[in-house]
Every structure is written in C-alpha cells, then in structure tokens.
C-alpha cells in the first residue's frame, strides 16, 4: 500500500525531514495558528523532530501528507487522514502556506485523501473538524460533500463537525462525473 498520492497538479506523500523548512513556515502563519488552534515551532530543528516522530504512517496506514506543486516542486504544506485514538474516527486535515491558497490545491488535495481512505483503505466514514470561525476549511468540506454533523470542541475553541460516508462519496463522485 502506498501512500504517495497524485492529483493533476499536486503530488503527496509522507512527511520526510526535507519538509521541516517549508513546516516551519506554515506554523508561523498567524491564520494558521489562530484557525487551528496549532502552536508554531520555534525553529526547524523542531518541525524536523516532530516529523522524525510522526508515526501515524506504520500504525493506521494513514496520516497528514507533504503536499507540493508538480509544476515546480515547492512544499505548499500538507493534506491527509488522521486516525483518532480517542473517538476511533479518521479525520480529513489540511494546512497550506499563504501564498498557496485560493486556487483549487486544498479541495484537490484533500479530494484525493478522500478517495485513499473510501477506495483503497475502505473506510466507511471521514470528518472533518474546524472552528467554528474558520469558514475556508467549512467551505472546503461542503465543496467535497461533507455535511454538518455537530457542534464540538475543536482543540479548546467552539467547533463543528462535518462528516462523508463512503456511500455519499461514491454516489456525489459519480453524479459529478456524469454532469
């Protein structure tokens, strides 16, 4: 099972050291930290010790993914499931650096983690959790047919949670395609 990834513009895979630079800065993005709740790291050596220690690859065949532009190459920052040990849930994520946003990369992203976890890990459920405040990530959800669930916690702050089956996925993908 591999779990690089590849979309039309946008290939993904899991963290290696070379991506603490590009971490780092996307920690130190305000937004980021204010819509998520993430603390920055306080250097790169950090960002490098937290992907040495990043294990959610070997114990759930799963995990946050590097996410970079085929075009060029940079590191935009990174897409992927996380499976939750407390709920027993998988949980869509995503983070990308500034001056990446807006064009499409997140929804196409995390469209191809959603179909890593429906088609070849066979889940059956995915959400996604977002501050109550944080409407880019709300609206990437609705973007990918995830519906409103709950409110709850995110992190410490008000949040919501929003939720796909396996089924809805199928089933929105196929009508998408015949449109």
Not at 30 to 38: E, I, S
Not at 46 to 64: P, S, T, V
Not at 147 to 154: A, E, H, I
Request: charged share 25%; proline share 2%.
């Amino acid at each position: 099972m591999s779990l690089n990834l590849e979309t039309e513009r946008l290939t993904m895979r899991p963290f290696e050291v070379q991506d603490a630079p590009g971490m780092f800065e996307l920690y130190q993005d305000a937004d980021v930290q204010r819509f998520t709740g993430d603390i920055a790291f306080k250097s790169i050596e950090d960002a490098e010790a937290f992907i040495k220690g990043y294990d959610q690859y070997e114990r759930y065949q799963m995990g946050r993914l590097s996410v970079f532009l085929k075009s060029t190459g940079e590191y935009i920052g990174w897409c992927g499931l996380k499976y939750l040990v407390d709920s027993g849930e998988v949980d869509l994520g995503y983070r990308l650096i500034k001056r990446y946003r807006g064009y499409g990369y997140t929804t196409e992203a995390a469209k191809a983690s959603l179909d890593y976890g429906f088609k070849v890990l066979g889940l059956e459920k995915i959400i996604g959790k977002a501050m109550v405040d944080n409407a880019p990530s709300i609206n990437v959800f609705k973007k990918l047919g995830l519906t409103y669930s709950q409110n709850d916690d995110c992190g410490c702050h008000p949040g919501v949670v929003y939720v796909i089956t396996k089924e809805d996925w199928i089933n929105n993908n196929l009508s998408l395609r015949g449109a």
